[in-house]
């Protein structure tokens, strides 16, 4: 027997209502899924702020770090860079001296990127849990640009030379993408100059409000992302929505999205959590399987596991859906053959054919209708050809379908 899912209301502790849908399989990406990355950055979130509140606002700084970037790279590359020279800087002679001057007792780091006219800008958002006194932003700024020399210089030495270490040394450095062709990584990063901005490459502010969850990217709304990047840039999200009407937003949200895939988005330091009496971090995927808090659920309607694979399949399913809870039109106790009913009824037909004359003859248009009707005959059959991706262009059209509705999954 097929599982059944169920779509279902809950009400948060605010009294604010909304619709999920439970029985279904999360994917637990919280770089390319936006219903399973609006459950994964809400527990992020809170997990934060309560680390802040617990060690005191007062004593919590907001560091952020850039690097250099310009047209043409890749995010890939510029994401692993980043994260070892944050791991570098802190280890270095000159981080554990600031560590020490500071009372520095552990930090959690957020990866965020976004796009603009200079390419792709990955950049670490880190909330450092120290003393009272401000870090010297001059002070960071020299560790932070020898940081990243010094990786760069690492990188490049270990990719160049990949029979010098061992294959966990080299795939940790260059990844699984590039651990056959190492040669390909170091040629990349050879042409990218990252460092970073004596000026711009590293921001202390202190964590005196919410506003560093939003800067962290950590903000969501609905069943989205709710952060939009610096005028003349994009986030990822941004992109994605901007991807089903614009053929150059679909090719960076393929990048982007093999680019991020197996990253992790929040490090916390070791110990910091338990010292600050947080439970353990939970991985991507079970943040996403399990809510972030207790609620108040009704059961809106059941759907049959089978039904609703083949329903789900339909383009603008989602966001009906979505639009019929948003109009009060599915309550609790809705019945299911209703619920089909209408969507049977208020699917949109393709264009009408051109009306023919009695004596056989088409009118104007009929030409351009056939024409367009074997287009998308075409596209159809050659978007399915090859059976082996049908399931990777079903989990895409999910995703695709996501964006545009207003839920938690």
Known sequence: MAPTVQLIESMRADGDTHMRIGGVETCGSVWSCPLCAARILAERAHDISAAVAEYGAQRSWLVTLTIRHQPGLDPYIMRRVLRDAYGRMKAGRAGKRMRNELGWAGDCAALEVTHGPSGWHPHLHAVWFAGESEPESWALSEAWQSAVESTVRAHLQVARNPDTVSFDRLRAIVGVRHVAQPERYAALLERADLTPSTDYGVTVVPCSDGTYIHKMGLEVAGGGV????????????????????????????????????????????????????????????????????????????????????????????????????????????????????????????????????????????????????????????????????????????????????????
């Open 226 to 409: 709710a952060k939009t990047a610096a005028p003349g840039h994009r986030t990822a999200w941004q992109i994605a929505a901007d991807a089903p009407s614009d053929k150059a937003s679909r090719g960076l949200w393929r990048q982007y999205s093999a680019a991020m895939f197996g990253a992790r988005q929040v490090v916390w330091s070791r110990a910091i959590r338990a010292e600050l009496g947080l439970r353990p971090t939970r991985s991507d995927e079970l943040a996403a399987a399990l809510p972030t808090e207790q609620t108040e659920e009704r059961l809106l309607v059941e759907i049959d596991g089978d039904e609703w694979t083949k329903l789900a399949r339909s383009p603008g399913w989602l966001p009906w859906l979505a639009r019929q809870y948003a109009d009060g039109a599915l309550r609790p106790g809705a019945a299911l053959e209703d619920l089909r009913a209408a969507w049977r009824t208020r699917v949109r037909a393709g264009p009408e054919s051109p009306v023919v004359d009695v004596d056989g003859a088409a009118r104007r248009g009929a030409g351009s209708w056939r024409a367009t009707q074997a287009r998308r005959e075409h596209r159809r059959t050659r978007r399915f050809a090859d059976a082996g991706h049908r399931a990777e262009a079903r989990e895409e059209l999910y995703h695709h379908l996501a964006l545009d509705i207003g839920i938690a999954s």
